[in-house]
Every structure is written in structure tokens, then in C-alpha cells.
């Protein structure tokens, strides 16, 4: 027990806290390349002019802008700015959590199934439902909560088949998130053969993306991301301390598997609710809790908080990429594709020995 404690202390000693001067780099970052996501878009209205404009409504000048030309800054590319910000601090933290549960740091946050629960259930909307997706549910449309709860659903089954193999080790939650994505991706490809003149809206919804048209998918994820971010946030330290194994967490007065299990509902729910806005967007949750691992320290008190900030700024600026860098819009998972897979490659070599 005493040695246990020892080690803990030898281990937190060799980590780092979250800084002032991190976390206001890190908020600074966030903050830049959103007014860039506010500057820059297609069309006629310039950077300057909508700096103008936000100049205005902060000291209630005089709008240099027309009423329609405000609308598209305030009303188009404000919320899809906070949507893209809000998609990847759920993706970023996910992925981190999911990383230090598993330590492993492959793991990402489809990893349980979500993206393919997700998958299958937009894709059973779009075929067996192709009407009800020009209409809403209220304010939210049927195939946002169609994903949300297909995301749930494919988490539910590998947390409850890894239960039935003994226990909710990482070794059986693995394994069962592998044979129910399998399964869940053979149900979406079977479904899409059904109507092959829906491939082309699946497809396109499984490559990501953000065309929104107002608030309605911003308030839609804002509670179920900021709840899981404040749970992963407070959890962050306990990750901490699960990379001693669950053995000696559990002698230092902790019940690992419960601690498990909180984490990743909350990381499930916030990887839910990026799903069900944006579809499958790649390699967000492993790349940049990587990039703050390597920046600013391996304790998850470190990596959890700036994934989230750092998420935000990361697939803002791919969102800017995928609107502005050709006449028509990328897909988002492309350009986070473009990003992430050589990063993604470097640090398969460079990790290769603790990896094997």
C-alpha cells in the first residue's frame, strides 16, 4: 500500500499541472482561429467588413453591413463556427478519455461502436425514410436524433457483450467494441443495397460535415457536450491515477471499473452528440490529444482540458479549409484526413517499440 502510494507520488512528480500560460495559449488559439472562421468564407463579404461589423456590435457603432449581409455573419457562420468548435472539443476530449481508460494510444473515440451505430441508423433513415429528412422533429431533424441514438445504441451493445464476457475489463470492452462494429457496418452496408440511389447522401454523410443553417445543431449539442466535457475535466486526475492498473488504483481506495464507466458514458455522449451533427469525422480524437501530449505533458490533468480547446481550434480551421480552399465544399472528414493521417503516421513510428 505504502509503495503503491510512492509510486503515485514518484508518477504525478514526473507530470505536469495544467499552467496559466497553457491554458491561455491554448483559449488564445481557440479565440484566433475562430474570428478567422468569422473573416473568411465564400462570397462577396470581406474580412474587413465583417471586422467592421463585429467592431460595431461590441461598441454599438453604426453596422457597416446590409441586413442580409449580417444574417450571413451571424446567422451562418457564427453558429457553424461554435458547432465546429463544439464537434471537436467532443471528439478531442473523447478521445483522450478513451485513451487513458484504455491506455492505449490508439484508441479513439469510435472505438465502442459509435460511429457505426451512427452510421447504420442514418443510413436506415435515409433509405427507409428518405421523406422525413426535409422535416423536423420540433427544432431537430430526424436524422440528427436518428445517429445520436444509433451512437448510443452501438455503445450500449459493446459495453453490455464486453460485460457478458466476465467483466468490464479493457481487453473484453475492445474486443466487444471490434465485433459490434463489424456487425453494425455489415447491418449499414446491407441496408444501403436495399436503394443505391441513396449512396451518395450516405456517403456524404459518413464523410463529415457541418452545413448547418442556423442555431438548431448548436443547441442541440450544447448540453450533452458541455456535461460530458465537465465530467472528462473532473475525471482527468483518476485517469491519472488508472495508469498505475487497476490493482494498485483499486488499493489506493478507488473502484476502477466504476471509474471506467463514467468515463466513457460521458466520452460516448459527447462523441454522440458530435456524430449526430456532423457524421464521421477521422482521426480528431487521436491526433490532437497526441499533439498536447507531446506539447505540454502526459498527465491527462494536462491532456484532457487542452484536448478539448484544442479539438475546437483544430477542426475550426479544417472547417475553414473544407469551405473556402475550392469553389465547391470538401467533405470535413477529408480535409481532417489530409491532416491527420501523416501525423498519425509519425507517431505510429516514433512509438513503434512501446506500441509492439
Known amino acids: 500500500m505504502l509503495r503503491t502510494r510512492s ?19 491554448a483559449v488564445i488559439t481557440v479565440v484566433a482561429v475562430a474570428l ?18 463585429i467592431a460595431a456590435q461590441l461598441t454599438g457603432g453604426v453596422s457597416p453591413l446590409s441586413e442580409a449581409e449580417a444574417a450571413v455573419v451571424w446567422q451562418l457562420r457564427l453558429p457553424r463556427v461554435l458547432l465546429a468548435a463544439l464537434v471537436g472539443a467532443a471528439l478531442a476530449g ?14 479513439d473515440p469510435y472505438l465502442l461502436g459509435a460511429g457505426a451505430g451512427a452510421g447504420m441508423a442514418a443510413t436506415a433513415v435515409v433509405v427507409f425514410a428518405p421523406a422525413v429528412t426535409a422535416w423536423s422533429l420540433g427544432p431537430v431533424g430526424p436524422l440528427p436524433l436518428a445517429a445520436f441514438a444509433g451512437a448510443l445504441l ?18 473484453g470492452l475492445l474486443l466487444a467494441g471490434v465485433a459490434v462494429t463489424a456487425f453494425l457496418t455489415a447491418i449499414q452496408t446491407f441496408v444501403q443495397q436495399l436503394n443505391t440511389q441513396t449512396l451518395k447522401q ?39 491515477l488508472l495508469t498505475l492498473g487497476d490493482a494498485e488504483a483499486a488499493s489506493l481506495g478507488l473502484r476502477p471499473g466504476r471509474i471506467r464507466l463514467v468515463v466513457l458514458s460521458a466520452a460516448s455522449l459527447a462523441t454522440a452528440a458530435a456524430v449526430s451533427v456532423s457524421g464521421l469525422i477521422g482521426f480528431v480524437g487521436i491526433v490532437v490529444p497526441h499533439l498536447v501530449r507531446l506539447l505540454a505533458g502526459a498527465s491527462y490533468r494536462v491532456i484532457v482540458p487542452l484536448s478539448l480547446l484544442g479539438g475546437a481550434a483544430f477542426v475550426i480551421a479544417a472547417d475553414l479549409v473544407a469551405r473556402t480552399i475550392m469553389p465547391g465544399e470538401l467533405p470535413l472528414g477529408v ?11 509519425l507517431v505510429l513510428r516514433t512509438n513503434r517499440e512501446r506500441l509492439s
Open 335 to 345: 480535409v481532417t484526413a489530409f491532416a491527420g493521417a501523416p501525423f498519425f503516421a
Open 7 to 25: 509510486r503515485w507520488r514518484r508518477t504525478a512528480s514526473h507530470t505536469t499541472r495544467l499552467t496559466p500560460l497553457a491554458l491561455a495559449v
Open 202 to 240: 450516405v456517403y456524404t454523410w459518413t464523410l463529415g460535415g457541418l452545413n448547418i443553417t442556423g442555431w438548431t445543431d448548436v443547441g442541440l449539442v450544447v448540453p450533452y457536450v458541455g456535461l460530458a466535457a465537465i465530467v472528462l475535466v473532473a475525471a482527468a486526475r483518476l485517469l491519472d
Open 154 to 171: 452501438g455503445v450500449g451493445l459493446s459495453w453490455a457483450l464486453g460485460r457478458s464476457t466476465g467483466g468490464a475489463g479493457t481487453a
Open 36 to 53: 478567422l472562421g468569422l473573416l473568411i468564407g465564400p462570397g462577396e463579404l470581406t474580412g474587413d467588413r465583417v471586422l467592421a461589423e
Open 94 to 107: 473523447a478521445g483522450a478519455a478513451f485513451q487513458g481508460v484504455f491506455r492505449n494510444p490508439l484508441a
